[in-house]
């Protein structure tokens, strides 16, 4: 499943204030292969960014949670 949607599931569940997923156009990590909407083939792996809105202890706290869903990236 896309990773965007199980974060935010979780961190509901867990009592966070807020949280936002984006899904970017455009990107490249640690492999610096460049992931794109404009070719088909390389579509599906887009970037994502999640940001989470709460204390930082209540972050750090749920941060161990989110490392568990994350399999490849920065």
């Known amino acids: 499943g896309f990773l965007g949607a199980a974060a935010a599931a979780l961190g509901a569940a867990a009592g966070l204030a807020g949280a936002s997923v984006m899904r970017g156009v455009e990107g490249f990590g640690a492999s610096s292969r460049i992931h794109t909407t404009r070719l088909l083939s390389l579509g599906q792996d887009l970037p994502v960014v999640i940001v989470i809105v709460d ?18 990236g920065l």
């Open 55 to 72: 204390s930082a202890e209540k972050i750090e706290a749920f941060l161990p949670e989110l490392d568990e869903l994350i399999t490849e």
